[in-house]
Structures are given as structure tokens and as C-alpha cells.
């Protein structure tokens, strides 16, 4: 699916046209950032990559965690892997959960599978109408926007809707 594609889909739901290509952006990448972040917390393979590591090389610029947080016997310092043995050549099949990759114009594919349309569709839609709200309205949603996401994003992955 296109930048431009879901963005028919978000100007259908939130029955607003937005104003610029910018601030479409802005909202499609606002919920490539919520939904990776909600994947990472579930290690889902969207948003988790492995690799070799040896010490001393540098951290990827979309790293976000170790998969598990406490699994493996290196750190981060200064944008570098340090292993806590250097005597330790590399440790191999190192599992990270890393950040999904903005998009930056109207022809972009998005960076996760289409099945996740849906869900990106509903949280850009949702910030868009959040910002009309006043603020005792937007907290009273945002327990039930995040309890239907959950929903969106494992009935996405495969799962049945809780």
C-alpha cells in the first residue's frame, strides 16, 4: 500500500481533507511510530531483525531494544555494541526490536504489510480527530482507542480480536 493510498482511506474516515502532504506525513509516520512501538512490545517479526554481534561495532540507527531486554551479555555505549567479555569474538543470532522506517512523500510504500492498513488507518484518523478535541474528551477515548488498536494490530497479525 502507498502513502497516497491510505491517505484516501484516513480522508474517508475522518470525513477532513488534510491540508498539505506534509501534515499527512506527519500523521502516517506519528502511527508507524505507535503501532512499532505496540509490535515491539508483542516481538513481532515486523519489527525485529537478528544479527552478529562482535564488540565494539556500531548500534543500527533503527535499534530500539535487545529481544529479550536482559538476554544477552552486551550493552550499548556511545552508539557501539560493547560485549561484557571482550575476549568473546561475537555473539551470534542477537534478536533487537528496531523503529519502522518513516515515509517521506505521497509514493512511498508503507513499511509494513498491508494487513496493517487498517490499523494505521485507524490511529492517523484518530490523531487527526484528537486535535479537535478538548482535552476531557481526549482522555476519556484514549483508554478505548488503545484497548481497539490492540484488537486491530493482533487481528492483523493473525490472531483473533480480543
Known amino acids: 500500500m502507498t502513502v497516497s493510498e491510505l491517505i484516501s482511506q484516513i480522508n474517508l474516515e ?9 501534515e ?15 509490535l515491539a512490545g508483542m516481538a513481532a517479526h515486523e ?3 537478528t544479527t552478529n554481534i562482535k564488540d565494539n561495532d556500531p548500534v543500527p540507527d533503527n535499534f530500539t531494544d535487545f529481544q529479550p531486554h536482559n538476554g ?11 560485549l561484557l567479555d571482550p575476549d568473546d569474538y561475537r555473539i551470534e ?11 517521506s512523500n505521497m509514493t512511498d510504500t508503507l513499511p509494513m504489510p498491508d494487513a496493517y492498513g487498517s490499523c494505521l488507518c485507524f490511529v492517523a484518523s484518530y490523531l487527526i480527530k484528537k486535535k479537535i478535541m478538548m482535552p476531557i474528551e481526549s482522555c ?11 484488537s486491530a494490530i493482533k ?3 493473525g490472531g483473533a480480536p480480543a
Not at 506527519?26 to 511510530?33: E, G, P, T, V, W
Open 140 to 150: 476519556q477515548q484514549d483508554k478505548a482507542f488503545v484497548e481497539e488498536l490492540m
Open 72 to 82: 544477552y551479555p552486551v550493552y550499548v555505549s556511545d552508539g557501539h555494541f560493547k
Open 47 to 49: 519489527v525485529t531483525s
Open 14 to 22: 475522518t470525513d477532513e481533507l488534510l491540508d498539505s502532504d506534509e
Open 93 to 103: 543470532r542477537v534478536r533487537y526490536t528496531h523503529a519502522l522506517s518513516h515515509v
Open 155 to 157: 487481528a492483523a497479525k
Open 24 to 38: 499527512n506525513l506527519q500523521y502516517i509516520n506519528d502511527a508507524l511510530d505507535l503501532i512499532g512501538y505496540f
